[in-house]
């Protein structure tokens, strides 16, 4: 076949849109034909050697195929990587096949890290104990989920956040991650776990994103912010959360909402 810039490609878990062809000269080509070799420029990331590539009809159909194949390999991984959720850590625990859960642990400061390691090393019994895999301070990242799917770990966040990319990423493989901000709440969890006797989970769902541009003052105390929605959409009466630098700020609902 040909190759063409323009062209929509696919090489393994890899795809992309060619931006430039240069033959082994350097020299620009707009096409190359059979056994020509060449250099693109315009993939998502590194393929790895040996892949073949293929051109596809186009971008609806080259992200179809990366997505399938994404997911293919992340069942993969879990088939090989057993991960643990809260849920069901007693039933593993009643077979015999747990005695500790390991636990990664992300907060907003130090401090926060000891009183609650503190709190959940005092539910450890002779039969059964929690582990602490990792502590540090800072919002949950890839690197924790990584981290818990090695060490078959659960990640309790306290006063931090976990993106809804990170979250995706965990659902995808498989990884339970818990966030507080109380402490005996998430002492509660931990033991209600150990006992076989945790509550059902609750999912957030997060349903858009908006960036604040603007604040008007109005008479009193009233604050009016000027918003532009990233994605996803906004409801009056939703859940919000306030966010800056990675912080949560505040939490509430959506009083009131209007264009321009």
Not at 25 to 30: F, K, S
Not at 120 to 130: I, K, R, Y
Not at 191 to 198: K, P, S, T, W
């Amino acid at each position: 076949g040909t190759l063409r810039v323009g062209d929509y490609v696919i090489a393994g878990r890899t795809w992309g849109h060619i931006r430039q062809m240069t033959d082994e000269d350097g020299n620009d080509l707009e096409e190359a034909g059979p056994s020509t070799p060449v250099l693109i420029s315009g993939l998502n990331t590194v393929p790895q050697a040996g892949n073949q590539l293929h051109q596809v009809a186009d971008e609806k159909t080259a992200r179809e195929i990366y997505e399938d194949r994404e997911m293919e390999h992340r069942q993969g991984r879990l088939k090989m990587v057993n991960t643990i959720s809260l849920e069901d850590f007693y039933e593993q625990l009643s077979k015999g096949e747990m005695k500790e859960l390991n636990i990664i642990l992300k907060a907003d400061l130090q401090g926060s890290i000891e009183a609650l390691r503190g709190q959940l090393e005092q539910l450890s019994t002779d039969e059964v104990g929690v582990k602490f895999i990792h502590t540090a301070v800072g919002n949950i990242t890839d690197s924790d989920i990584m981290l818990a799917m090695a060490s078959q770990a659960v990640i309790i966040g306290f006063n931090v956040v976990a993106s809804p990319e990170i979250r995706k990423q965990a659902s995808m493989e498989g990884v339970d991650i818990r966030t507080y901000n109380i402490i005996y709440k998430a002492a509660e969890d931990i033991q209600a776990a150990l006992e076989g006797m945790l509550e059902p989970y609750y999912r957030e769902d997060t349903i858009g994103h908006a960036e604040v541009r603007q604040i008007f003052k109005r008479t009193g105390r009233m604050v009016v912010a000027g918003l532009y929605v990233d994605n996803g959409k906004l409801i009056r009466g939703g859940d919000i959360r306030i966010m800056r630098e990675g912080e949560q700020i505040a939490e509430m609902q959506l009083g009131n909402l209007k264009r321009f």
